[in-house]
Each structure stands twice: as structure tokens, then as C-alpha cells.
């Protein structure tokens, strides 16, 4: 995952140290806002298996990625390599699962702060991105600096979840989706300017990762606002009770 390098002794640079850190910076974030939602009483464990199941895969991965990230800067990288390949198999499971969780959520009435057309469009199409990205990653995985790059972009976009729980949602509507899509990306932007003070130049991965969640998000909105995306929001809403909020005809 995170890293490949060509020798052990290279995984103990500056480099690898910083997706080490970065790594425990975006897991603490969905930690951090996962556990303020139980701690305030939004959320409980008292839920469907479902539920538990997402929770245990999507953590699961966080725990992967910076597993793999310490066994790089450890000079550990043949496991990291075999390892690595576990995501074949994870990320597809999450986009399945995070797909699902989405349409469940919208069906309950999903976050109030939310456009329920652009939560219900925007889930799944940023899921694929990510996935997307990991399987770019991999493809491109004896590319150290691709490699541990795009999987950090890939990373950042699972944080949203996180900083949406952190930040004061309920404050900035209507714009509240973009609020964290924007959160999201100060992440990649903190590795650019890094590589920038590090290297002397910006890895072109932190623009392919940046300009790509920007061109899906547009792209999502531009799905969910349309005429098919309302009718598609309130076929998957229809006779639940998620079908009681009101959908505006376009975007505020």
C-alpha cells in the first residue's frame, strides 16, 4: 500500500516519515469524529449488524494503511508488499458496503445539513474515486513517489466522514458538503506544500489527486441537481421515511 521502495535503508528518510505522521492525522480524524457522535449521543452501538460491519471494514482500513506506512518507514517492505495486496479484495468490499450504507442513511432521512440528492450521488461516486486512486497506486506501485502519493489521496477522501462530525455542519448549510470536500483536500494540499519545501517541486500526484475530487464532486452535483437525480433520489426515498424531506428543485 502506502510505500514501495527499493531498499530498506530508504524507507528511514524525511519522506517516509511524513506518511507516517499523516497517516495517524487522517486515522485520528475519523476516530476523533466517530467518537464525538457516540460521545454527544448521535450515534450508538445499538444499531443493525450492518452497521458494525461497515464500521469494522472501513476501520479496518485505516488500520492497514498506517500498518503498511510503519512497515515501510521500518524498512519492513517485503511484508509491506505482500500485504499490500490485500486491498484487492478490501477496497471493493468498501465501496460495496459504503454504497449501501448511503441509500440505508438517505432512506432514514440522512444528515439534515445535506442536500439528500448530493449525499446520495456524491457517496458513492467519491467511493469509486477512491478506489480508483488505490488502484492506481497499485498499478503504479514500484513508482514510490506515485505510489505512496495516490494512496494518501485516496486516504484523504475516507477522512470526510470524519471532519463531517467535527466540523459545525448545521452552520454551513447549504454549502455543507462542500465545506468538507474542501476540509478533505487541505490534506493533499499539506503534502504538496511539504514536497515543495522538502524536494523544491510539487509531485504532479497531488494534482492529479486534488483536481480529481474536484472534477467528481462537480461532476456528482451535477447528477444529483438534475432532473434525473431528483427523480432518482425519490425513487430510492419513496415510502420511507426518508421520503418526507423536502427536495428542492435546484441547488440553493
Keep these: 500500500m502506502a510505500t514501495i521502495v527499493q531498499a530498506p535503508h530508504r524507507a528511514r528518510t524525511g519522506d517516509a516519515r511524513f506518511f507516517v505522521v499523516m497517516a495517524f492525522v487522517m486515522g485520528a480524524i475519523d476516530v476523533a469524529g466517530f467518537s464525538l457522535n457516540l460521545a454527544a449521543g448521535r450515534s450508538s452501538f445499538a444499531v443493525p449488524p450492518i452497521f458494525h460491519v461497515h464500521a469494522f471494514v472501513f476501520f479496518g482500513w485505516i488500520a492497514l494503511y498506517i500498518t503498511q506506512n510503519l512497515l515501510v518507514d521500518g524498512g519492513s517492505v517485503v511484508l509491506h508488499r505482500r500485504l499490500g495486496w490485500v486491498a484487492l479484495l478490501w477496497v471493493p468490499l468498501m465501496v460495496a458496503l459504503g454504497t449501501l450504507m448511503t441509500v440505508l442513511s438517505v ?58 462530525r467535527l466540523l459545525p455542519m448545521p452552520l454551513l448549510m447549504p454549502y455543507a458538503w462542500w465545506a468538507t470536500v474542501i476540509a478533505v483536500l487541505v490534506l493533499p494540499t499539506i503534502g504538496a506544500i511539504a514536497d515543495q519545501r522538502r524536494l523544491g517541486r510539487v509531485h504532479p500526484a497531488w494534482l492529479w489527486g486534488i483536481g480529481m475530487t474536484l472534477a467528481v464532486q462537480l461532476t456528482a452535483d451535477a447528477i444529483a441537481f438534475s432532473p434525473l437525480g431528483t427523480a432518482f433520489t425519490r425513487s430510492i426515498t419513496a415510502g420511507t421515511a426518508g421520503g418526507h424531506r423536502p427536495i428542492t428543485p435546484a441547488f440553493p
Design 107 to 164: 432512506q432514514h432521512g440522512a444528515p439534515f445539513f445535506f442536500d439528500v440528492r448530493q449525499f446520495l450521488i456524491s457517496n458513492p461516486l467519491q467511493l469509486l474515486l477512491f478506489a480508483g486512486l488505490v488502484g492506481a497506486a497499485l498499478v503504479l506501485r514500484r513508482q514510490t513517489h506515485w505510489h505512496r502519493r495516490l494512496m494518501f489521496c485516496g486516504m484523504a477522501i475516507l477522512t470526510g466522514p470524519g471532519l463531517g
